[in-house]
């Protein structure tokens, strides 16, 4: 059976719940500003030591000094789902060992030049849960 959608609300979670939803999940979405246009490029990706790792198709020149990574679990029918925005800056990966661990433990969204490591040190976690209002 369907939830109408007027019975749903988004709430804030915690931190640590986004945190958690967030390591629960495999792929997100990469998005940044080059040349004042909003980029947005799907992506891998693994929570480890504090900082979020991602593999996605992005020339490591147009790497952006800050990035904003979203993940989300939305199934409207059930009435149920997530969403998770980590805001932060960002490092290639380019120490061999080290890349070639996350290339193994990331499936790649593509291969070739665009394949870029990144790791973003989260400075804004915010995460919200989809939920029926109350009456």
Same mark, same amino acid.
């Given at each position: 059976?369907?939830?109408?959608?007027?019975?749903? $609300?988004?709430?804030?979670?915690? !931190?640590?719940?986004?945190?958690?939803?967030?390591?629960? &999940?495999?792929?997100? %979405?990469?998005?940044?500003?080059? %040349?004042? +246009?909003?980029?947005?490029?799907?992506?891998?990706?693994?929570?480890?030591?504090?900082?979020?790792?991602? $593999?996605?198709?992005?020339?490591?020149?147009?790497?952006?000094?800050?990035?904003?990574?979203?993940?989300?679990?939305? %199934?409207?029918?059930?009435?149920? !789902?997530?969403?998770?925005?980590?805001?932060?800056?960002?490092?290639?990966? &380019?120490?061999?060992?080290?890349? !070639?661990?996350?290339? %193994? +433990?990331?499936? &790649?969204? &593509?291969?070739?030049?665009?394949?870029?490591?990144?790791?973003?040190?989260?400075?804004?976690?915010?995460?919200?849960?989809?939920? $029926?209002?109350?009456?």
């Amino acid at each position: 059976m369907s939830t109408p959608s007027s019975d749903l $609300r988004m709430v804030e979670v915690s !931190g640590a719940e986004a945190l958690w939803l967030l390591e629960s &999940s495999a792929l997100g %979405r990469l998005v940044y500003v080059q %040349r004042e +246009t909003a980029l947005v490029r799907p992506a891998r990706h693994v929570w480890e030591f504090g900082r979020l790792v991602v $593999r996605t198709p992005v020339q490591v020149a147009a790497v952006p000094r800050t990035a904003t990574y979203h993940v989300e679990e939305i %199934r409207p029918q059930a009435g149920t !789902g997530w969403t998770v925005t980590v805001v932060g800056p960002v490092e290639v990966i &380019s120490d061999p060992h080290e890349a !070639g661990h996350y290339q %193994r +433990t990331l499936t &790649s969204c &593509s291969h070739g030049p665009h394949d870029t490591l990144l790791r973003i040190k989260p400075q804004t976690v915010t995460g919200f849960r989809l939920a $029926r209002a109350e009456a």
